[in-house]
Every structure is written in C-alpha cells, then in structure tokens.
C-alpha cells in the first residue's frame, strides 16, 4: 500500500514505452531474487514502527489475505479518495499485486501484469530523429495525475494503515518465495534503491532497435526497471517522488 500510494509513487506509471495496455493482473513468482534478502535477522520490525491508532473504534479482524481487496479498497478511498480508487487502482489482489510490485522494481524488469494501478493514459512521447532522438518534455505530464495524488496523500495515514494490516503484506510476501523474508526490510531497501536513481539531465536520449525503446547510454540502460521509470517521469516529477518515498521510508524504518 505505500508504493501504490505514491501514485503510488510508480505502479501506475509501469507501463511499455509503446503505451500498450495489459491483461488481467496475476500475481508473477519470480524465479530468484534480485539481491541476497538476509531472512535471519530483521532490521526494520513493524513493531518499532510509530502509527497513529483510532482511539475511538476498537480494530476489527484483519481479513484473509484474499478476502481482504473490500476492506484494502475502503481505505484507499479514504487515503486518495473515490475518483482515484475508480481511475487509478485496480481492485482485485490488492495487496499480493503491491508486494509483487516492490519485490520487482529492482530487477531488470517490471512484469506488466502484477501492477497494482493503471497505467498512464495516451503513448509515450518522443521528440527528435536518429542520434537526437529523445524524451518528449510532453510526456511527463502524462504522470501529472499520479504526482499531485502521491504529494498529496497524508504520509501519517498512509503508515498508519499499513502498520495495521502489515501481516497481509508479510503473508503476501512470503507466498511470493520469501518464506523466512520480511517484507518491511525488503520495503525499505527497495525505497533506498529508488532513492539512488541518478538525476541526469534532460534531454535524455533514446534509441529504438526494434519495438520498445532503449536508452542510448548504456549505463542507463543497465538501470533497474524501477531506477528507469524514475527517469520516464521528468527529473521534477522524480524529485517529488523522492522526498514523499524518503518520508516514508523515515517512517517505517525508525522507532518511534
């Protein structure tokens, strides 16, 4: 829930630079982790996690992990409101989709069908020819939606409700292939990850040797599919993803 948060801060924008659409979500076990995930020692418990509890209503039972979209739906309305959970959010296998996307940023590529929101509306723009060929400045707006949604969210809130149903989130996990893993630990290394996209300055410039676009430099090429759509979004789009996931990742990382 806190990446798809952050409009959320890229599930959404996941999408091919040829803007084409994908089939119904499943849920993609990856054949080998990314990294070495250390699954004997947590660093980061959600127990040290400071959340604001409603002192008035007493928590209801969490649901099981696939009875639970109804209840997970309810409180995005409430964190990003109810034109958003209809425009933006797909509402089957919420959280599993969520977990699936923050164990694949990453890697070397993002599984269209395991993302949580949908994707930005129109094509991927480009503008120039041949060696001048690069990002359009028209294109980030295209995730101007997604932006305004995941700055304006209440960080607090949206901590707050992950804490509470953070067991969802550890089950998820663990049937993804972590069965020792913890995903909270996981959560805030894939947020340090993000957060260590280089800023490169625009334009920046692209090639395309057969369907889908490529960076021509080949150190941004080699980038992560979760480092790479940072860049797809505009270095001011990106700078405000980084202080929201920098926010959240104080939060979830730090005692109290």
């Known amino acids: 829930m806190i990446l798809a948060g952050l409009g959320a801060a890229y599930f959404y924008m996941t999408q091919r630079y040829d803007g084409e659409e994908s089939s119904t979500p499943v849920v993609v076990i990856p054949e080998a982790p990314p990294v070495v995930i250390n699954e004997t020692k947590i660093n980061h418990p959600i127990e040290e996690v400071q959340a604001i509890p409603d002192p008035v209503v007493e928590p209801e039972p969490l649901p099981a992990l696939y009875d639970s979209d109804p209840v997970v739906a309810g409180l995005l309305t409430n964190l990003f409101g109810s034109e958003a959970l209809e425009k933006i959010f797909r509402l089957k296998y919420i959280v599993p989709l969520i ?3 923050v164990d ?3 890697r070397e590529q993002l599984a269209l069908k395991i993302r949580p929101v949908k994707p930005a509306a129109g094509k991927f723009r ?7 060929l690069s990002i359009s400045p028209d294109n980030y707006s295209r995730y101007v939606r997604y932006i305004t949604l995941a700055e304006a969210v209440d960080s ?4 707050a409700a992950y804490v509470r149903y953070y ?8 049937e993804l292939g972590y069965p020792s893993g913890y995903f909270n630990d996981r959560l805030v290394e894939v947020i340090d990850h993000l957060l260590a996209t280089p800023d490169i300055d625009e334009p920046i410039l692209l090639h395309r040797p057969k369907v889908v676009y490529q960076y021509s430099d080949p150190e941004l090429e080699l980038l992560s599919a979760g480092q790479k ?3 797809r979004i505009g270095r001011d789009n990106a700078v405000i993803i980084k202080q929201k996931l920098a926010e959240i990742r104080q939060a979830v990382s ?3």
């Open 156 to 159: 607090e809130a949206l901590v």
């Open 126 to 132: 480009t503008i120039g020819e041949a060696e001048n």
């Open 99 to 101: 977990v699936a996307t």
């Open 229 to 231: 759509i940072m860049l």
């Open 167 to 174: 067991p969802l989130f550890q089950e998820a996990f663990r």
């Open 104 to 106: 694949n940023l990453p």
């Open 254 to 256: 730090n005692p109290g």
